[in-house]
Structure formats: structure tokens, C-alpha cells
């Protein structure tokens, strides 16, 4: 059984940092791509960043390019958000999901608050 397990969300200021951590147990984690999405209130889930098997690849959305940078370490089954320079527009609900084929997403975690205040 898959278990991916968001951690690391809270609240921070605007221009703040955090780091999200995605531990994974039931897969063969370094075969799976994985992804970070993020839901606001209201809103539809969107994605964030994905990033390859190898980690070798890495994808971002637009609206968070050069402020977020995935990672993974295949050792510790864990992939990693890091948040540099949050807005309050990145205030949302941030979850980890896996797949064997990039965008074809087939397991996902309970998601981590991110709070930004202004």
C-alpha cells in the first residue's frame, strides 16, 4: 500500500521560506516521478513542479519559477519543496503525488497547510 505523507507546511510572512518534505513507504520510490500541487480555497488543484526518477528533470509552473525548487533523495524516499519568497497568493493546501509516468499521477498524500500572511 502507498503512503506518501506531506510535512513541513505552517504559517510564514510574505518573503518568507519553507520547505515541504513528502515521505514515501509502499513503492518503489525511485522509479516514480513525483509532483508537488497546491489547492487555495475556492479553487481547483493545480500543479506545482515535478521532477524525474533520476531527479535529473525538473518542471515548474510558471507562477513559481525561480522561487520554489523540487529535490528528491531516492536514499530517503523523500522529495522535497523548497519555498523561497512566499506571497499570499501561495497560501493553499499543498500535496505530494506519485506516478510511473509523468502526469499520470496514482497515488497522493493527505496534503500540508501553507499559510502566507501579508
Known amino acids: 500500500q502507498v503512503q506518501l505523507v506531506e510535512s513541513g507546511g505552517g504559517l510564514v510572512q510574505a518573503g518568507g521560506s519553507l520547505r515541504l518534505s513528502c515521505a514515501a513507504s509502499g513503492l518503489t520510490f525511485s522509479s516514480y516521478t513525483m509532483g508537488w500541487f497546491r489547492q487555495a480555497p475556492g479553487k481547483e488543484r493545480e500543479f506545482v513542479a515535478r521532477?524525474?526518477?533520476?531527479?535529473?528533470?525538473?518542471y515548474y509552473v510558471d507562477t513559481i519559477k525561480g522561487r520554489f525548487t523540487i529535490s528528491r533523495d531516492n536514499a530517503k524516499n523523500t522529495v522535497y519543496l523548497q519555498m523561497n519568497s512566499l506571497k499570499p497568493e501561495d497560501t493553499a493546501v499543498y500535496y505530494c503525488?506519485?506516478?510511473?509516468?509523468?502526469?499520470?499521477?496514482?497515488?497522493w498524500g493527505q496534503g500540508t497547510q501553507v499559510t502566507v500572511s501579508s
Open positions: 521532477i524525474s526518477w533520476s531527479g535529473g528533470i525538473t
Open positions: 503525488a506519485a506516478g510511473r509516468v509523468a502526469g499520470v499521477w496514482t497515488s
